[in-house]
């Protein structure tokens, strides 16, 4: 069955940087984007970008543009998404999510919690 | 970007009553990028909804998608004691991909 499973909580400094994966199983890696979203305490979702499975293009929320970076490791069905800059406010649980075959996003990881303090 | 609000922001109702969510988007959506999660504490969202209307694998039939353009709807004609959570609903057409804020469905 598919599974997105995520890497464990993080707590960084202010100015640091995170790197989160999402290991990927049981489905055609390449044949799907894979998305970042994003959920501080208490507020809405927020999409940050996402990569395409097969040819490892981006595309990136303008919000976080120049901060995120997404990358795939197609050997190991991997998906990072690495966050710099680091400020209070990116205190959130960070899921990854997976394209489906008809639309919406129809597998998710369990969450990465990263809190940022100094 | 497209923004999405969603209206009531609290919906208190019983088990057994029918449950009407709505979503109105700042701009118009293509339909078949219109999605709706439930998700419960401590958990990821779950997709129920796609193309507006159409139920994901293993969605009950009691929810139920509709509407077009800027306004769209989530109907749960039964609630069930596992439906009290909250919802969002989500545009994919254009990018940033957008969520709506929540309906949070709890019980009266």
């Known amino acids: 069955q598919v599974q997105l499973v995520q890497s464990g909580a993080e707590v960084k400094k202010p100015g640091a940087s995170v790197k989160v994966s999402c290991k990927t199983s049981?489905?055609?890696?390449?044949?799907?984007?894979i998305q970042w979203v994003r959920q501080a305490p208490g507020q809405r979702l927020e999409w940050m970008g996402w990569i395409n499975g097969g040819n490892g293009k981006t595309l990136y929320s303008q919000k976080f543009q120049g901060r995120v970076t997404i990358t795939r490791d197609t050997s190991a069905n991997i998906v990072y998404m690495e966050l710099s800059s680091l400020i209070s406010e990116d205190l959130a649980v960070y899921y990854c999510?997976?394209?489906?075959?008809?639309?919406?996003?129809?597998?998710w990881g369990q969450g990465t919690l990263v809190t940022v303090s100094s | 970007e497209n923004v999405l609000t969603q209206s009531p922001g609290t919906l208190s109702l019983s088990p057994g009553e029918r449950a009407t969510l709505s979503c109105r988007a700042s701009q118009s959506v293509n339909s078949h990028y219109l999605a709706w999660y439930q998700q419960k504490p401590g958990q990821a969202p779950r997709l129920l909804i796609y193309g507006a209307s159409s139920r994901a694998t293993g969605v009950p039939d009691r929810f139920s998608g509709g509407g077009s353009g800027t306004d769209f709807t989530l109907t749960i004609s039964r609630l069930e004691p596992e439906d009290f959570a909250v919802y969002y609903c989500h545009q994919y057409a254009t990018s940033p991909a957008t969520f709506g804020p929540g309906t949070k469905v709890e019980i009266k």
């Open positions: 999510a997976k394209y489906g075959d008809y639309g919406g996003y129809d597998y």
């Open positions: 049981g489905y055609s890696f390449t044949r799907y984007p």
